[in-house]
T-cell receptor
Framework: TQLLEQSPQFLSIQEGENLTVYCNSSSVFSSLQWYRQEPGEGPVLLVTVVTGGEVKKLKRLTFQFGDARKDSSLHITAAQPGDTGLYLCAGGFGYALNFGKGTSLLVTP | GAVVSQHPSWVICKSGTSVKIECRSLDFQATTMFWYRQFPKQSLMLMATSNEGSKATYEQGVEKDKFLINHASLTLSTLTVTSAHPEDSSFYIC??????????FGPGTRLTVL
């Protein structure tokens, strides 16, 4: 059973478009993290959200944690080819992490 | 930020041989490290939790005797794939958490078993 459901699984957009990736669960997490992974490399931590309703911004990326701490979203404004990669959300129970299946994003010039 | 290294970055071996992969936390100590495997275009699947000074905890379906884990020090965990077979070919990634429970991942090891 996948604890975290991510949608969409695949997304192909043109440079300059906006997009939103969703991460949903029936479980409550103490924290939720977003990672970006490029082929052949390990995931790189983008952000950690802890408080229900929290919103964090990282340049053109906006992360939101649901009020009930069961879901999160990642919004990218004016996507660029450099944003291409696999975006993973992960929910934490203490040290252990459960990963969603990921959203594979392709941004074409 | 915290840095985690893995060695080797890639390895090709013959079926039946054993392969050891190292995971090091370079600038922080980690009493716990995690080992994941990832198949192409799929997410990370947690294999086991490596605990310094005690036995590793394996996820359901992961063979303990096949994937030997040793957490030798506060900065080093090793994963040994014993008697590797082609179906063990995968991308193996380790991670270590900091005090804020944020996970930092190694760059991964690509294992190909011929």
């Amino acid at each position: 059973t996948q604890l975290l459901e991510q949608s969409p699984q695949f997304l192909s957009i043109q440079e300059g478009e906006n997009l939103t990736v969703y991460c949903n669960s029936s479980s409550v997490f103490s924290s939720l993290q977003w990672y970006r992974q490029e082929p052949g490399e390990g995931p790189v931590l983008l952000v950690t959200v802890v408080t229900g309703g929290e919103v964090k911004k990282l340049k053109r990326l906006t992360f939101q944690f649901g009020d009930a701490r069961k879901d999160s979203s990642l919004h990218i404004t004016a996507a660029q080819p450099g944003d291409t990669g696999l975006y993973l959300c992960a929910g934490g129970f203490g040290y252990a992490l459960n990963f969603g299946k990921g959203t594979s994003l392709l941004v074409t010039p | 930020g915290a840095v985690v290294s893995q060695h080797p970055s890639w390895v090709i071996c013959k079926s039946g041989t054993s392969v050891k992969i190292e995971c090091r936390s370079l600038d922080f100590q980690a009493t716990t490290m995690f080992w994941y495997r990832q198949f192409p275009k799929q997410s990370l699947m947690l294999m086991a939790t490596s605990n310094e000074g005690s036995k590793a905890t394996y996820e359901q379906g992961v063979e303990k005797d096949k994937f030997l884990i040793n957490h030798a020090s506060l900065t080093l965990s090793t994963l040994t794939v014993t008697s590797a077979h082609p179906e063990d070919s995968s991308f193996y990634i380790c991670s270590a958490p900091n005090f804020d429970h944020e996970q930092f991942f190694g760059p991964g090891t690509r294992l190909t078993v011929l």
